[in-house]
């Protein structure tokens, strides 16, 4: 009995999983900057990619062992890559603030915007 309801149950879980995915696929388009589009896919690789690795982990013991060590490592690093993406965009975005040359390119001074108008860039070291 129990052994015809697992491929059911993968069925389910794979059915869930790229739904989120979908979502989140949609709501990283639609999100109008890069902290919002981050945070959704972020949120997909964590409630997505999840039902995804159970239900391949449901036809044998050793598939489950490295899809939940693979799960793991998942949630253990999204939010860190997340965070370090944003935290280098607000640094490029204070960067261009202060007026500081760019350096990507190095070629001259970024135009001042935002809410610390104009002030002199600190010495760099």
Do not use: C, K, N, Y
Request: glycine share 12%.
């Amino acid at each position: 009995m129990m052994a015809a309801l697992l491929p059911w149950l993968a069925d389910v879980l794979v059915v869930l999983g790229l739904v989120v995915l979908t979502i989140s696929v949609f709501g990283v388009l639609r999100m109008p900057d890069l902290f919002r589009s981050l945070h959704a896919a972020s949120i997909a690789t964590a409630l997505g990619v999840g039902p995804l690795l159970i239900a391949a982990g449901i036809g044998g013991s050793t598939i489950l062992m490295r899809g939940s060590l693979v799960l793991g490592f998942m949630l253990l690093t999204a939010p860190v890559s997340a965070h370090a993406i944003a935290r280098a965009e607000r640094h490029a975005e204070d960067r261009a603030a202060v007026g500081e040359p760019d350096p990507m390119t190095g070629d001259g001074w970024a135009i001042p915007t935002g809410r610390q108008g104009l002030r002199r860039p600190r010495a760099r070291r």
